[in-house]
């Protein structure tokens, strides 16, 4: 019995560790740019580009499967990306897209933190490993394509 409460013990500091790598981004400024949303053939995504017009994040609902990609530019791999909203922070387990220079993550179209992204006050917060925080404008684009999944 003291070994399960020891290792009840030492998960919720591993959780709590985990929770704290996420950095608060409430007074950061997002970059300069601008949201697009867009039909696809699958269901629907809205990419944010910067004001040269290079995209740094994606928002794509497949709707056949009810699932939305997060995808944040990016140039090496990392185990998680850190989401950031004003209501609810996350570190979701990440995959690194070599041909597309991505790190993306999975979520069902009805998971909370999508809920967070729609109706996060003015900014998303992108993390994964020690690059800066990419802080991007909170549109409505986004919540057109989370909507999008859901119906």
């Known amino acids: ?10 998960l919720l500091g591993t959780s709590s560790l985990a929770a704290q790598t996420v950095p608060d981004l409430t ?8 949201w697009s949303y867009a039909a696809a053939s699958d269901g629907s995504e809205a990419v944010f580009a910067d004001t040269s017009g290079r995209p740094q994040t994606w928002v794509h609902c497949a709707r056949a499967t009810r699932h939305v ?11 998680l990306l850190n989401v950031w909203t004003s209501s609810q922070t996350r570190s979701v387990a990440a995959s690194f897209m070599p041909a597309t220079a991505r790190l993306t993550i999975d979520l069902g179209a009805y998971d909370p933190l999508l809920d967070a992204i729609a109706n996060s006050r003015g900014r998303i917060g992108l993390t994964a490993g020690t690059p800066p925080p990419l802080v991007v404008p909170a549109w409505a684009e986004v919540a057109r394509v989370i909507e999008d999944c859901r119906v």
Do not use: H, N, Q
Request: proline share 7%; no cysteine; hydrophobic share 60%.
């Open 27 to 34: 007074y950061v400024m997002p970059i300069a740019g601008s």
């Open 69 to 79: 990609t997060i995808a944040k530019a990016s140039s090496a791999a990392a185990p």
């Open 1 to 10: 019995m003291l070994f399960r409460g020891a290792a009840a013990f030492a």
